[in-house]
């Protein structure tokens, strides 16, 4: 799979999930995500899938630290309902790493390695999402504000060339770049910037 070269740039999450461990799917559990990970279970990179990325980097560094953070062993809170705007998207990305799932999830072996009822939507949460760790209790919310990324300007104007019905492989191949500088914007150039993840409360 070939993708935009800024991927590589984009921080990583490593996980220990002991049921990984216990499996004898992972070497001691320990699971690395890339943001490739990401794009590939949405099928596209946006801001939205870059901003539930991030969010969840910051999130579980606050939650763990310098240590490892356990998959499965993190509840994740949407504040929107699962049918409302991107709501989806950001809990796929975030379940996707911390192994939390709704009620279609893994339902344990033995009374452990649950996943089912880890997930849930409609959280009355002030930020976009809420993480808590199920052994300690410690929470976090933290909410992603793309809108102080500046879009690059001819991006409009591109994205309705590239939708036109008559539109050719170059229209589709500038919008497509255009969009993706947009979102190395993001992940990139403000992976560390206070202002685009915030910490709410």
């Known amino acids: 799979m070939q993708s935009p070269a800024f991927f590589d740039a984009i921080p990583h999450i490593v996980m220990r999930d002991p049921l990984a461990d216990t499996l004898g799917a992972a070497a001691d559990g320990v699971i690395e995500y890339e943001y490739l990970d ?11 899938v870059a901003g539930a990325w991030l969010m969840t980097v910051k999130a579980l560094r606050r939650l763990y630290g310098d240590g490892l953070p356990h998959r499965g062993a993190v509840r994740v ?6 049918d409302e705007g991107v709501a989806g998207v950001i809990g796929n990305v975030a379940g996707l790493v911390t192994g939390a799932a709704g009620d279609g999830g893994f339902k344990g072996l033995a009374g452990r390695f649950g996943r089912r009822g880890l997930l849930s939507y409609g959280a009355a949460i002030e930020g976009d999402l809420r993480f808590t760790r199920t052994d300690t209790g410690a ?6 504000h793309q809108e102080i990324v500046e879009r690059p300007m001819e991006l ?12 050719g492989p170059d229209a589709h191949l500038a919008f497509g770049a255009a969009w993706q500088e947009w979102v190395r914007r993001i992940v990139v150039d403000h992976a560390d ?9």
């Open 77 to 82: 809170e949407v504040r929107q309902r699962q």
């Open 139 to 144: 929470s976090v919310e933290v909410a992603c």
């Open 193 to 201: 910037d206070p202002a685009l993840v915030t910490v709410v409360g």
């Open 156 to 167: 409009k104007a591109l994205m309705a060339s590239a939708l036109a019905p008559d539109a």
């Open 38 to 48: 990401a794009v590939k279970l949405a099928g596209h990179s946006c801001p939205t």
